[in-house]
């Protein structure tokens, strides 16, 4: 062994204050570390001061779009925009100061606000970021410096109306996405050097807005998808499409579907409403329920024990049971937006006014335990714009975005 071996370690090891090891309460991708939207953390308040919670940093300078965040070892990443493209942003998550800025490409020009909408995927030292456009990303977490980088036209794919919003999925050594296209709608690349691995060549629909989901149904390792037109399982090892249902989507299918055993859930807005079904032993698909009583639109659906969390168009927020799919109770006590969870407690924010509400994931019915409204608010949102970034909780912070502001709470009172 070479004897300078131990010093040059150590040297390498002392470089970057960034450890690779993911603590339990850290946020590394789009939904937290299983893409299920529920923290771990526990001893949170669970009742805000007439005021809200503290708000322990405001930082100004995120620029235009809708990306939510990722936290890892005291980080937080998200996407933005800074001169004239789309960037991958680095900040301390305890004080919101900026540690670096690395641009990726232009910026997505639309109606309902320009700029990236996907959420950041951080693995070990890397982070993975897709743009508006479709450029997908693998860049240093020490520095930024980018890595590698594909495109999703090179795979066949065409920008989606308002853009490519999904957050990339690492999976082992794979990180996927969705081009969407003939050649192949998701595609998966080998992490560490962006040598496309495979594309699944039987299941060709356009991209949407959903994020991929790992899952193990019947044994086998899978990603499931929601389009327009089906919600799909593919093998994770060759994209073989191992199961498909047709989906009625209309105009933009947006949630993240939710996978618990051998059922999946999935649901969209426009009228469309939600559905759940059970893959067999033979992927054989049988169809559990079919309604609307839970019409998501893009703030996302929460499954807590056996009852679904969100805001349905229409009734408002609601609970709904999982394994029957009926209506537990719905509530308007707050407007349309997104939602998180921890500690028992559901993270409500209301995307025209700014308003978050902390309540009860009870079945028992819409039980507040206090409300703020963010402020200051942006002056840059479009007008057709809202605040969509779905709030984070990591490490008894609550990260939350308007536009160029993020936000952060402390959530935990100590």
């Known amino acids: 062994m070479n004897k300078h071996a131990p010093s040059l370690l150590l040297a390498l090891l002392t470089a970057t204050s960034f450890p690779i090891s993911i603590p339990a309460a850290d946020w590394p991708q789009f939904r937290g570390a299983d893409r299920t939207d529920i923290s771990p953390e526990t001893g949170l308040l ?30 937080l990443f998200t996407l933005g925009t800074r001169d004239e493209k789309e960037v991958l942003l680095a900040l301390k998550a305890d004080t919101g100061k900026e540690i670096w800025a690395t641009p990726l490409a232009e910026i997505l020009p639309n109606n309902w606000g320009d700029g990236p909408r996907g959420t950041p995927t951080v693995d070990a030292d890397r ?26 036209a090179e795979l066949g794919g065409k920008t989606p109306g308002w853009g490519y919003t999904e957050s990339p999925l690492v999976d082992g050594n794979l990180v996927a996405c969705t081009p969407g296209g003939k050649q192949g ?34 044994g086998v390792h899978q990603f499931v998808q929601l389009t327009q037109q089906s919600v799909v399982g ?10 498909r249902a047709e989906w009625p989507g209309k105009t933009a299918v947006i949630p993240t579907p939710i996978v618990k055993g051998n059922a999946v859930y999935v649901t969209s807005g426009y009228g469309v409403g939600c559905m759940e079904i059970k893959i067999g032993a033979d992927n054989a698909v049988e169809k559990v329920f079919e309604n609307k009583v839970m019409k998501n639109h893009h703030g996302g659906v929460i499954l807590v024990g056996d009852k679904l969390y969100g805001h349905s168009d229409g009734p408002g927020w ?11 109770w719905a509530s308007k006590n707050l407007g349309k937006g997104a939602v998180g969870c921890a500690d028992g407690m559901l993270y409500c924010l209301e995307e025209t006014s700014g308003a978050v509400a902390l309540i009860e994931a009870s079945p028992k019915g819409w039980n507040e335990h206090g409300r703020f409204k963010l ?23 609550l990260y939350l975005r308007d536009q160029d502001l993020i936000y952060c709470y402390d959530v935990k009172g100590q």
């Open 127 to 152: 982070v993975y970021a897709l743009s508006g456009k479709g450029t997908l990303v693998c860049a240093s977490v020490k520095d930024g410096k980018i890595l590698w980088q594909k495109t999703m």
């Open 185 to 218: 709608a998701i595609a998966a690349f080998d992490k560490m050097t962006g040598v496309l691995a495979w594309q699944s060549t039987e299941f060709t629909d356009g991209a949407q807005y959903a994020s991929l989901v790992p899952a193990d149904i019947n």
């Open 375 to 397: 402020d200051p608010q942006t002056t840059i949102r479009s007008a057709q714009g809202r605040i969509w970034t779905h709030p984070v909780i990591s490490n008894g912070k």
């Open 234 to 243: 593919v093998s994770a090892k060759d994209g073989k499409q191992l199961w």
């Open 318 to 328: 609601t609970c709904q049971d999982f394994a029957t799919g009926n209506e537990v």
């Open 46 to 75: 669970k009742q805000w001061p007439a005021e809200g919670p503290k708000q322990v940093w405001l930082y100004k300078e995120a620029g235009k779009g809708y990306s939510g965040f990722s936290v890892v070892n005291g980080w």
